[in-house]
């Protein structure tokens, strides 16, 4: 129980420290370059290696949900075949707590090799990902939360935390009604619920 209650109050601490540091000049300057490309006709990509490669594709899941098409780029793959998924113009999220992960390196230099632009978003505002990209957004913890300190934990959380805030900018931008929201995502309760509220307003 000890262990459980170091985690909760470490992730409690480094979500708040998040949020109160969270750049939101960055997250405009990124919104902002997504747009942009959307404007000539350019598509929108998420990757990562390991645990942030599952946060790409939620990412790129929730973008979609909410009026940003996006993909889910493969984060090994691009170097072998996958990068043509990418166009010159387009924008790719890559997603890296250390910004240093040697397999995100080769696949970010064939990207902006290929004419993508990129948005990092890692732990380290220094690193070699940050400083490849054209914007950063940080999303940098001092603990992860375990009783080794290794595994990814509250980095995730960090960087879940950092993009859904870049997803509420872009709705915003796009207006985003219940109408188009359940045009996307029909199924399960949360599509019946907006139903049920149609209903009732005609």
């Not at 290696?49 to 594709?57: D, L, R």
């Not at 957004?137 to 080794?148: C, D, K, R, S, T």
């Not at 509250?154 to 709705?171: D, F, G, T």
Request: net charge negative; proline share 2%; glycine share 10%.
């Amino acid at each position: 129980m000890a262990e459980l209650e170091l985690f909760l109050s470490t992730i409690k601490k480094e979500v708040e420290e998040n949020i109160e540091s969270i750049n939101k000049e960055n997250l405009n300057k990124a919104a902002s370059i997504i747009l942009e490309s959307e404007k000539q006709g350019g598509r929108l990509h998420v990757t990562g290696i390991g645990k942030p490669g599952h946060v790409a594709g939620y990412v790129a899941s929730l973008l979609s949900s909410t009026g940003t098409s996006a993909y889910e780029l493969h984060g090994t793959e691009a170097v072998h075949g996958s990068s043509g998924q990418v166009k010159p113009g387009d924008v790719v999220i890559a997603i890296s707590n250390s910004g240093e992960t040697s397999e995100l390196k080769a696949t970010v230099e064939t990207l902006i090799k290929n004419g993508a632009h990129v948005i990092s978003c890692t732990g380290n505002e220094n690193s070699w990902l940050s400083k490849h990209s054209e914007v950063c957004l940080v999303a940098h913890v001092n603990q992860e939360g375990g009783p080794l300190n290794k595994a990814p934990r509250a980095s995730i959380l960090s960087e879940i935390l950092v993009l859904q805030a870049l997803s509420i900018i872009l709705q915003e931008n796009k207006k985003l009604d219940l109408n188009d929201y359940v045009k996307w995502h029909p199924g399960g309760s949360l599509g019946q619920s907006i139903r049920d509220i149609q209903k009732e307003e005609n």
